[in-house]
């Protein structure tokens, strides 16, 4: 069996906020199919390191590539790092996509006008074809009696499961969730993780930063445990909740195990 | 350059003390419609929320009117158009006729008038902003009505209208400038005359102009300060 | 009786006339200043200090100071400078319509440029990081996710400070302008019934500020997409344009 080849590389990612370390150097690979599962205690800097990643965040020091074109990050002439060039940083980002934990739909836009606007206008993909995949899209999360109706009219729930089909209507390389249920009720909590799920039996490669332990233990092929800004640990599942996980991640796990 | 300092300050030809007593009819004319406007408008905020329904319609309808109108518009009316009315009812009546009216009461009335209008808006806002738990918890612990206004209503209001009623202040300011045309001789009009006079019209108008900055910069900032205050048990 | 309404029925019937002038300088100075804000609220979220500052000079001058006083500043004041008196500008200088147009273009556009940054401030980070997120960048993203939030936020103030500009033309009657007011006052000036003449000129300008409220107020109501039905039928074989 051939080791996939590599969707993200992301490589000793430093940043901090004044004089905060946020993340003290932080490496990861996501191989095509793999579905990583970022847990972390609250504050340890999981929502910046994905932010990092689509460079919504830029990183103080370390590099990032999407399949083999790396972030355009280059030192400014205050040796700070900085997009170097805003048009490629948008093509990295065609190639990727994010769930929010507040959705940000926009709210102006349908819900199909929500999924169509980025292959329309970004990709410049033809209509009918975009019009046929954010109609199966929207089908396919259990929202296609909603074409027309705007996002505040939906429940979270429902807003989720649109901006997922948002995420995935440019077929990207790799989708960025951040944690995507932790707005939702647990009724929609459900709803929202049976959908992941399936999107991971599906072969997408996906980083979820979640508070969902059930759903990193069953669905990701890894876990990593941020903590002060590094990798404490990482590592398939079936050892991360194991016998010999890492103290420190059995140390953050037990307060959800209670 | 030296007739223009000459004509600028306090010397025999110079405007300063003109502009001075111009700036402080400015102040003066302001505040009074401030004041007009503070009354009537807490009057017309009542009439709004607990008054009987035909003087409800009629302040509604007294706000309408008023901020729909020019300024300029109700100061005319005034200033011109009372006389007349006042002339006329003197003839059926056979009253002696009164002359023009005095130009300083016409014009804070005139400004007041308008004025109260955009208050009353916004200690109807103010009222409505202010939880209803409030009023009955101070009704549960036997507050009277006044009490409760005075103990309760008021700081909360004030808190919430004070920065909007910064924003009312530096309308009436600007606005007395309209005050002018009725030959009340405040900063606009010193300045106008100043101007004619001595044919230097873009030397008098700049110096009005930083002369009302002035003023609006050193209203605002004290209004900044009062705001504080007003929320002093509102910050962490 | 008879004689009363035929007066004020022909005083209306020249302040009618005059209408169009009120409603020229406030159709282009609306314009106006709308753009300039546009301006202003691009530089006063610019990264260079310079456009700021000149964005924080320019609010300060003209929210400082009399509409009134900024109109004179212009129609007399410049007029005294030599090189507009004898220059190209002064055919433009010497027309108190003009002067009162730019004096208004000025001043509101500090106005709307404050209402518009607040606007920009308060449309959600999140939207437009979702637009970033997809890849959008520059002109697109302003136009498709800032714009259309920006707007929707900021119609209600505009609205307002639209109705101040109408009652701001009034302004140019102080300067030989004949709109409704300046015809106002000239109709006083050879009749002296102040008081029916004021009360028509008033009851026009209502009229005029109902009918633009009531216009923007429908404006809102059609951006507003929260009041729209949703439907829940499925999805019809031809879709609807998407815009
Ligand atoms: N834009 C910012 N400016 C300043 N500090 C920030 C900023 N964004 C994040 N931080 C700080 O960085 C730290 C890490 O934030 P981050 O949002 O990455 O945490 P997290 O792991 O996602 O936490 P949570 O589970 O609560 O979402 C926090 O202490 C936060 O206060
Ligand atoms: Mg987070």
Redesign the pocket.
């Known amino acids: 069996m051939t080791v996939p080849p590599p969707v993200l590389t992301a490589t000793n990612i430093r940043k901090s906020?004044?004089d905060?370390e946020?993340l003290a150097g932080v490496s990861l690979e996501a191989r095509e199919g793999e579905v990583i599962s970022i847990l972390?205690?609250?504050?340890?800097?999981?929502?910046?390191?994905l932010r990092c990643l689509n460079l919504l965040?830029v990183p103080d020091e370390g590099q990032i590539a999407i399949g083999d074109v790396q972030a355009p990050l280059a030192r400014n002439r205050h040796g700070r790092l900085e997009v170097s060039d805003s048009r490629a940083a948008a093509r990295l980002r065609t190639q990727t996509a994010m769930v929010f934990?507040g959705f940000n739909l926009w709210p102006h836009l349908t819900v199909l006008q929500n999924v169509m606007e980025a292959p329309l206008r970004v990709h410049r993909r033809d209509r009918e074809e975009v019009l046929a995949t954010a109609r199966s899209l929207l089908e396919r999360v259990g929202m296609a009696g909603f074409h027309a109706a705007y996002p505040k009219r939906l429940s979270g729930g429902q807003q989720q499961r649109v901006a997922i089909a948002r995420a995935l209507a440019t077929n990207p390389k790799l989708v960025l969730f951040?944690?995507p249920t932790s707005a939702l009720d647990p009724e929609r909590v459900r709803e929202v993780l049976a959908l992941m799920r399936s999107l991971a039996d599906e072969g997408r490669t996906m980083i979820v930063?979640t508070?969902e332990m059930a759903f990193a233990r069953d669905v990701s092929s890894r876990v990593v445990h941020?903590m002060n800004g590094r990798v404490e640990s990482s590592g398939p599942p079936a050892h991360m909740f194991g016998a010999d996980a890492s103290p420190a991640f059995r140390a953050f796990l037990s307060p959800a195990a209670l | 350059m030296m007739d223009d300092l000459a004509i600028l300050g306090f010397g025999p030809d110079g405007w300063a003390p003109l502009l001075l007593k111009g700036c402080l009819l400015t102040l003066a004319v302001s505040a009074a419609s401030m004041a007009i406007g503070t009354v009537l408008g807490i009057l017309l905020a009542w009439a709004r929320l607990k008054g009987p329904r035909w003087l409800r319609r009629a302040a509604l309808v007294y706000g309408v009117i008023l901020r729909g109108v020019p300024e300029l518009l109700v100061i005319l009316l005034l200033y011109f158009g009372l006389p007349s009315l006042i002339l006329s009812l003197s003839e059926t009546f056979g009253w002696e006729a009164p002359g023009l009216p005095p130009p300083f009461l016409i014009g804070s009335v005139s400004v007041g008038l308008v004025s109260a209008a955009y208050q009353a808006e916004i200690f109807r806002g103010g009222v409505g902003a202010i939880p209803r738990g409030q009023f009955e918890a101070a009704r549960a612990m036997g507050f009277s009505d006044l009490m409760c206004f005075h103990r309760i209503v008021l700081p909360q209001v004030a808190r919430v209208v004070l920065p909007a009623l910064g924003n009312v202040w530096q309308f009436n300011l600007k606005d007395s400038a309209l005050i002018a045309v009725t030959g009340l001789s405040e900063l606009m009009r010193t300045s106008l005359v100043a101007a004619g006079s001595t044919r230097h019209p873009f030397l008098f108008f700049g110096v009005a102009m930083a002369l009302y900055l002035v003023l609006t910069t050193l209203s605002s900032t004290a209004f900044h300060y009062g705001g504080r205050y007003s929320n002093r048990w509102d910050r962490g | 009786m008879g004689e009363h309404l035929t007066f004020i029925g022909s005083v209306t019937a020249q302040l009618v006339r005059a209408v169009p002038v009120t409603l020229l300088i406030l159709a282009v100075s609306g314009v106006c200043a709308t753009v300039l804000a546009t301006g202003l609220t691009a530089m006063s979220v610019a990264r260079s200090p310079l456009p700021r500052l000149v964005q924080r000079t320019w609010t300060f001058l003209f929210r400082g100071t009399p509409l009134i006083l900024q109109i004179f500043m212009i129609y007399y004041g410049f007029a005294m400078v030599p090189w507009i008196r004898h220059g190209i500008l002064w055919a433009a200088f010497r027309d108190p319509v003009f002067c009162t147009c730019l004096a208004m273009t000025c001043c509101c556009s500090a106005y709307i440029a404050e209402i518009f940054r607040g606007a920009l401030a308060a449309v959600p980070r999140g939207e437009i990081e979702a637009g970033r997120a997809c890849g959008m960048t520059g002109f697109m993203l302003l136009r498709r996710v800032i714009a259309p939030s920006l707007i929707r936020i900021a119609l209600p103030s505009y609205s307002n400070e639209i109705i101040m500009m109408t009652k701001s033309t009034s302004l140019a009657s102080t300067i030989t302008v004949l709109d409704i007011t300046g015809v106002a006052q000239q109709v006083i000036a050879h009749s002296y019934r102040t008081l029916e003449v004021f009360c028509a000129a008033a009851a026009l300008y209502l009229l005029i500020n109902a009918t633009l409220s009531t216009l923007l107020t429908a404006l809102e109501r059609r951006l507003d997409v929260d009041r729209a039905p949703t439907p829940l039928a499925p999805i019809p074989p031809t879709l609807e344009p998407l815009s």
Request: net charge negative.
């Open positions: 906020f004044g905060r946020v972390g205690g609250s504050g340890s800097g999981k929502s910046t390191f965040e934990q951040d944690e930063v508070h941020l």
